[in-house]
């Protein structure tokens, strides 16, 4: 019977190969990457049935990652395993169609089953968080007005933004992207303009704390 073909994607080296070996004996491991932009690469190439993905990933978020993947390979199933509890990030990754949402701190056999879950087609959420994030979709409130904060960005401009925040300069953003720098400065003002930020400071503060750029 063939495995299940898996591709992890985190930013630090010891920890990913410890989520190699404690998934190589169920699932086919087909690479580990180290940043979304990576991510992005691999899975249009290597086309795995399940990503396993952090959040705070450099270059390239795990959420907007995903949201790109999906646009090409809806039926790729996205577990992230973050070390994030916060319920607004857990709901923007739903929203980009996860599969699974598992904390770093929770038993590997929890990962396990989130992987096996997303395969059949089900959505696996955490039991430490579950609750919370009911309680969230239930009420809306605080939680969705910074979800909707976020998503006032086009996926171009949260790109720019986490290379911003990463220290990158607009000339480096520019190449990275393949963009002129012209282009690079317009999504910055349009992002001051749209979130009311008066420095870049603002607007770097504004990706951290949106889980947009890595703390």
């Known amino acids: 019977m063939r495995k299940s073909r898996v591709l992890i994607a985190d930013d630090h080296k010891i920890f990913a190969e410890g989520l190699k070996r404690l998934l190589s004996e169920d699932f086919d491991i ?8 990576q ?11 399940v990503i396993v993905v952090d ?11 995903v ?17 994030h509890p916060d319920i607004a990030y857990a709901v923007r ?3 980009e ?39 969230a979709y239930e009420s809306g409130s ?18 720019v933004l986490q290379l911003l925040a990463e220290g990158h300069s607009v000339k480096e953003i520019a190449f990275i992207l393949n963009i002129s720098s012209k282009t690079v400065e317009y999504h910055k003002y349009r992002m001051m303009e749209d979130l009311d930020a008066k420095t870049t400071a603002d607007l770097i503060r504004f990706a951290v704390k949106q889980g947009i750029a890595g703390l």
């Open 67 to 83: 949201q790109q993947i999906k646009k090409v390979q809806p039926a790729i199933k996205a577990v992230f395993l973050t070390m």
């Open 30 to 37: 087909v690479e580990i990457v180290a940043d979304g932009r």
């Open 142 to 159: 605080q939680t969705q007005i910074e979800i909707d904060t976020v998503l006032k960005l086009s996926s171009r401009q949260r790109e």
């Open 93 to 95: 990754a739903f929203k």
């Open 55 to 65: 959040i705070s990933m450099p270059m390239l978020n795990g959420i907007d990652a």
């Open 39 to 49: 991510l992005v690469a691999a899975a249009e190439k290597l086309r795995p049935d």
């Open 97 to 135: 169609g996860a599969s699974g949402y598992v904390l770093k701190n929770a038993v590997p056999d929890e990962l396990i089953t989130a992987i096996r879950e997303g395969l059949k087609g089900k959505t696996y959420v955490t039991p430490m968080i579950a609750g919370k994030l009911m309680r």
